[in-house]
Every structure is written in C-alpha cells, then in structure tokens.
C-alpha cells in the first residue's frame, strides 16, 4: 500500500476534512444546546437462591426461581405491558393522558402507547455473572427519577406479593379440607388398633416379637460373618497347597497368612531393622562392625519371618475347623429363631395390617400440617424470592448529554467521514495524480511536471514563461522537460517532435509554446506548427484575430491545399530563435489533408531548415486528425492534466498513438499542484535554487517588474523572403 499516496491525499484535501469537522461541531454543539438534560435513578433486585415455598394446587410442589432462563423471564416481566400500566398509573402519567380525551378514559387502543411511553424510560438488565436485576429509570428531573425506579420496584413485588397471597389462600383451603379428612381416618384406625390390642393381649406379642426379630438379625448377621471368614481361610489353604514352603513371598501375599499376628510382628521388626541398616550403609562400609552386627540382625529376624511363615498352615487349618463348627451352630440356632419368627408373624397379621394403616394415615396427616406450614398463611406471610439491595436514589449529575463526550465522539466521527470521503472521492476519481502512478500505470517516463500558478500570476495569453516569467517555477519546469527531450536519443530522433494530448483543454498548446520558447533560448531555430485544422489555440493566441481575417493569412492548411509554398507562410515572433507556422483557414477537410503523403515530405524538409520542429496537433480522442501525423514524427510526447484526464482516455489516446505506429517520447503532467499534495515530492525541493538562481536576480532584464521590457517589438515586412509579414508585440 502506498501509505505516502495517501498521506499527501489527505493534506491535499485537508481542508475538506477541517470543513466537515467544523460543520459537524458546530452542529453537535447547537444539538446540546438545545437538548434537555436527563437525569437516572438506578434500583437493584437480589433473585434469592431459593425463594418462599408455595404450593402449587395440582401436584402440590414447591416453585423456585433458579435457573438464567427463568431469571431473564423475570427481566422481561418487568418491562411488560401490564406493569407498565401500573407503573403509569402509580406516577400520575394515566390521568394526564386521560385529562387530554374529551371522555376522561384510557381508551384500550391508547394503552399500548402509553405503556411505550413508560418502557421508553425504564431499562431493566441482568448483571453478567451474578443474580443481580438493575433497573433503570429516566427523567428530565432527578426526582421524577426516582420516583419512576420505585414505582417500578414496588409495582412488580407488589403484583408478585397478590400473585402469592392468592395462590397461597387457595393452597391452603385446599389442604384444610384435606387435613380434616385424614385427621378423621387416622382416628378410626387408631380405635381399631386399640380394641384389638384389648382383645389380643397384642403388648406382650410386640414385645415377643420385637425381641425374636432383634435375634434373628444378631443371629444372621453372624451366620454371614462367620460364613465369610471360613470362605476366606478355605480358599488362602488352597492356594497354599500350590505355593513352595520357601517362597517367602508368594506365603506372605497371601491374606490369611500376613494377617496372623505372629507374622505381623515378624515383618514389622524386620522392617524396622532395614531401615536402620539402610541408615548405616551411607554412613559406614561392610567391615565396620556397626554394619556386622546389623546384617546379622536382620538375618536373624529374616530366619524368625520364615518359620512364622512356616507354622501359619497348622494356625489356619485350626482356624477353619473352629469357624466350621461354629457356622453350624450359628444356622442351628437361626433355623429355631426363624421358627419363632413365623409363629409370631402369623398370630400378629391383623394386628400389624391395622397398624400399618394407622400409621399410613399418620404420616399422610403430618405431610398436610408440613404443607400448611410451608405455605406460610397460617402465619400470614407472603415472602418472595427477590430482594431490594438498592434503593433508587437522586442523582444531581445527568446521564446524557455528555458534552465532552457527545463532541469527542462527534469530532472522531467527522475526522473518519471526512477521511472516508476523500479516500471515496480519491476511489471515484479516474484521473492520474502523481508521477509514480503515470509512469507505473502507462509505462512511459513523465519528461516534466508542470506545476499550477495563480491566474493573475500567469503571463498574458500567447506569451511564454521561459520569456515573461523565467524565476517561475513553470519556467523552471519546461526547462526540465528541455533537458528531458535532449536524453531520448540521437539528436536526428528528436527533430521533430508532436506534442498533442487525450482530451481538449489539458494544455498541449501551452506546453507547446513553452517547449518551443525553451529550446529557443538555449540557441536552437525553432519552428512551431500549429497542427489543430479545427480549433488552432497556438494561432489565435499568438496573432492577432483580425489578421486572421485578413486575406493575407495563410497557413498549414493552405500550403498542404497546394495554395502557397510553407516558405510563404512561415512568420516570425517575438521570441528569438522561434518561428511560427499558423494552422491557415478553415479546411473542410482537415483529416484528408493531414493524411496526405506530402505530410510527411513536408515536415522533413522543415526539419532541415530548421533545429527543432515542434508540432501542436488536435486532441487524439476528439478527432483522427493527431493520428495521420503521428508515425510522421521523430517523438510524440503526451500532455496529462493532472486529476482531470481519465485514465481510460490516456489508455486509448496510448493504444491509437500505439496502432498509428507513434515513437512515444514520454508524458507531460499539466498543472500540478506547486506546494503540497501528491506531485510535491517528486519535483519542488528547488525554492532555495529558484529563488538564488539568475532567473530570479534583480537584473532589470529579468527581474519581475521589468519582465515586458523582455520582449521586443519586431516587425517584419510583408513581402520579404515570400513571407507574409506580421506585426507581432508580445
């Protein structure tokens, strides 16, 4: 990207950009003056993490706002359409809008806008990551603020407290009936279980079997006990039998065995020993008699750990005989306690069914007192789940507008607009702007930029700057693009020369003249053809328009009519060394004419007679006369005018010169802007060389105010060398 374009785009149209700024501010400043200020109050609900219990009437649970979805439905109630309703009427905004309709009312259509108009100043959000509800209010007083924020607050707790009452109320008649009806079933069945136990003696049968059902259990839990135990001895014996009376380790690995106590001792104190004898081994070597006498310690409790080992299998075998006999009698005895348990099972079935009833009707009579209970209306409460952590207060500060901030904002907003519409402008405009984007796109060498001078700096129409203005800047530039033309080549391809342009009014006739002027003053004779049959700006500015109309004039156009010879109408000017041939009468045929073989014959022979031959042709897009003339030349050069000449207008001027066979000579960029902007890299860093040169001295002969003194009067006869004689003061 070429930041530096870029750059120098933007200070080329900075004042754009300052203009759209200050329009803005000034706008954004008389918008804040004329705006009200707004003032906000700010309330918080806490949602608790678990709400009052209320009964639901159909399956009688609990509700509880949990969940984020439930707690942004919350957000949502708060700004719906019937609390809005509310809140306006709680502030006093639904009788002003019903004092304004002839009946006094709210009509049901109007409801919606005045619930709108309540929403419009409330702003209910969750704060992220918490349980915390803000709601906002806003008012052109603070007061009213708050007002507005608690009125909001104490409408939705309030819409929820009757929401709770009654549904509370309707819970509890509900399960009042349902309490007298248990209550006086759990009545019957407690006079049955009383009456039999008149009649059973069914105390001493609790008794009885509460205490056959407590052994049967110890009992059972014995039999299992034991049974594990034997299992377990019996599967370490048999594993034994498999496993060598010296493999320490697989006895050990072995449950039964590692769990006998004598065994346990042995490992321990072995254990302990090796790490003392790990201790002495970083401390003394193997002949140290410290380290002697641990090794033989620890042989000694290794010999013991094995004949533990050894004697296990008589320990366990002695050990499963004794649980076997015991398991037997354990299941003895659980056969008889289960006996007993069935006799007194049968003798207390009606009984227990009574029981079970009783106590079936007790607890569904327990369940509804613990729902009245929960329910809270007993006890009149009415409690929710959301809490007030901050009541709304009076804030003297406004919320908006915020003057730094609205302009800080405005002045970002104009800088980006005003940036994006030049880079838009820029995009839009088609034309070439710098020197680097005309050789880069045509592949041609720009021979000089001509910058762009004030109109009432510029000489008189038909003079030249390298003559009236030499100091200039313009002037310095045709030098430049002198010295450009010397550097294409032989000096017998740089002859004759055509200097024409894409479009009309990019300043080919001026660049032409000047060229001419230039080459003059470095000594060359140097003749300049006025080649534009249909509009000849080189003629009409440089001779006078009634000797135009004269029937002496005579020009291009008559010596290609075959009417006079080109010596006859070649006329001198005021600048030395420089000739002109003026484009003649109108032709009805200009193109026919300029496309005549004795063309070129012509411009060769002018070439001889002369040192330069520069020819000002007619536009290439306008007409074709350019291209009949352009394969006749040694160099075509083309002027540009800068950021107006489109580009596809230069990219077929190019490709007709290209087709015409044209020897392109380079561009000419016109009117570049002289102090700043996209051209000002590439050419003006020369002020201090401008201004300390000889141009720009104060010899009278140069200097500015005596620039007209420069220019001489020369008057040349009529008929002299077969020429007609022009009168030219410039």
């Known amino acids: 990207m070429n930041y530096q374009r870029y750059l120098l785009l933007l200070l080329r149209y900075s004042w754009l950009i300052i203009l759209i700024t200050a329009v803005t501010m000034t706008a954004t400043w008389i918008w804040l003056g004329k705006q009200k200020p707004v003032y906000a109050s700010r309330a918080t609900l806490e949602v608790e993490t678990q709400a009052a219990k209320v009964v639901d009437i159909q399956d009688v649970k609990e509700t509880r706002v949990s969940g984020l979805d439930e707690i942004n439905t919350v957000v949502q109630n708060l700004i719906s359409n019937s609390l809005m309703l509310d809140v306006a009427a709680r502030i006093g905004r639904t009788a002003e809008w019903a004092a304004k309709n002839p009946s006094g009312q709210i009509t049901p259509s109007e409801e919606g806008y005045l619930a709108g108009s309540v929403r419009q100043q409330i702003t209910v959000s969750l704060r992220r990551g918490t349980r915390l509800i803000d709601i906002v209010a806003e008012e052109n007083d603070p007061e009213k603020a708050r007002v507005l924020a608690n009125a909001v607050v104490d409408a939705f707790l309030e819409s929820l407290s009757g929401?709770?009452?009654?549904?509370?109320?309707?819970?509890?008649?509900?399960?009042?009936?349902?309490?007298?009806?248990?209550?006086?079933?759990?009545?019957?069945?407690?006079?049955?279980?009383?009456?039999?136990?008149?009649?059973?003696?069914a105390v001493s049968l609790d008794k009885n079997q509460n205490l056959v059902a407590e052994r049967l259990g110890a009992l059972n839990t014995q039999v299992t006990e034991t049974n594990s135990l034997r299992a377990k001895l019996e599967s370490d014996l048999k594993a034994m039998e498999n496993v060598p009376a010296d493999d320490l380790e697989a006895m050990l690995n072995l449950t039964s065995v590692a769990s006998l106590p004598q065994v346990g001792a042995a490992r321990a104190a072995l254990s302990s020993k090796e790490g003392e004898f790990a201790a002495l081994q970083e401390r003394y070597l193997e002949q140290h008699p410290k380290y002697i006498a641990a090794k033989g310690e620890i042989d000694d409790l290794q010999a013991k750990l094995k004949d533990a080992v050894r004697q296990a299998g008589d320990i366990l075998r002695q050990q499963f005989e004794t649980f076997s006999v015991t398991e037997a009698k354990?299941?003895?005895?659980?056969?008889?306690?289960?006996?007993?348990?069935?006799?007194?099972?049968?003798?207390?079935i009606p009984y227990n069914v009574l029981q079970r009833e009783a106590q079936s009707d007790r607890e569904l009579y327990e369940a509804i007192l613990t729902r009245l209970k929960e329910t809270e209306v007993t006890q009149g409460l009415t409690k929710t789940p959301y809490r007030v952590v901050e009541e709304p207060l009076v804030n003297a500060k406004p919320v908006r507008p915020n003057p730094p901030k609205t302009l800080l904002t405005a002045c970002l907003l104009a800088l980006a607009g005003g940036v994006g519409l030049v880079l838009l402008l820029d995009q839009l405009d088609s034309s070439i702007r710098t020197v680097d984007e005309a050789e880069g796109e045509l592949e041609l060498p720009v021979l000089a930029a001509i910058p762009e001078l004030d109109a009432s700096k510029m000489p008189e129409v038909g003079s030249a700057v390298i003559v009236d203005m030499p100091a200039s800047s313009q002037a310095e530039a045709f030098r430049t693009l002198r010295a450009s033309i010397s550097l294409l080549g032989e000096e017998t391809n740089r002859r004759l020369m055509l200097m024409t342009s894409a479009i009309p009014s990019e300043g080919k006739t001026f660049s032409s003249l000047n060229l001419a002027a230039a080459l003059a003053s470095q000594g060359f004779r140097v003749l300049l053809i006025?080649?534009?049959?249909?509009?000849?700006?080189?003629?009409?500015?440089?001779?006078?328009?009634?000797?135009?109309?004269?029937?002496?004039?005579?020009?291009?156009?008559?010596?290609?009519?075959?009417?006079?010879?080109?010596?006859?109408?070649?006329?001198?000017?005021?600048?030395?060394?420089?000739?002109?041939m003026p484009a003649g009468r109108r032709a009805p045929n200009p193109a026919e004419l300029l496309a005549q073989p004795i063309v070129g014959e012509l411009l060769t022979d002018l070439a001889k007679s002369y040192d330069r031959v520069i020819v000002d042709s007619a536009p290439i897009n306008a007409v074709s006369d350019t291209l009949a003339l352009a394969n006749k030349v040694h160099q075509v050069i083309l002027v540009l005018r800068f950021g107006k000449t489109p580009r596809r207008a230069i990219q077929r001027a190019l490709k007709l010169l290209d087709n015409a066979g044209a020897k392109m000579g380079g561009l000419v960029m016109n009117r570049m802007p002289s102090r700043r902007g996209s051209a000002y890299y590439y050419y003006y860093y020369g002020d201090e060389y401008e201004k300390d040169s000889v141009y720009g001295g104060s010899d009278p002969l140069v200097g500015g105010k005596n620039k007209r003194n420069r220019r001489k009067k020369t008057t040349i006869p009529a008929a002299t060398s077969g020429s007609a004689g022009v009168k030219t003061e410039s």
């Open 163 to 201: 929401d709770r009452l009654r549904v509370s109320k309707d819970a509890n008649t509900f399960l009042l009936e349902e309490a007298q009806k248990l209550k006086a079933k759990l009545e019957e069945s407690e006079q049955k279980v009383a009456k039999y136990r008149q009649e059973t003696n």
């Open 330 to 348: 354990l299941k003895e005895m659980l056969a008889e306690q289960e006996k007993k348990s069935l006799e007194l099972e049968r003798m207390a």
């Open 530 to 580: 006025d080649a534009d049959l249909r509009r000849p700006a080189l003629t009409s500015s440089m001779l006078k328009v009634d000797q135009r109309k004269e029937e002496g004039y005579r020009g291009l156009s008559d010596v290609l009519s075959g009417l006079v010879q080109p010596v006859a109408v070649i006329r001198s000017t005021a600048i030395e060394n420089l000739w002109l």
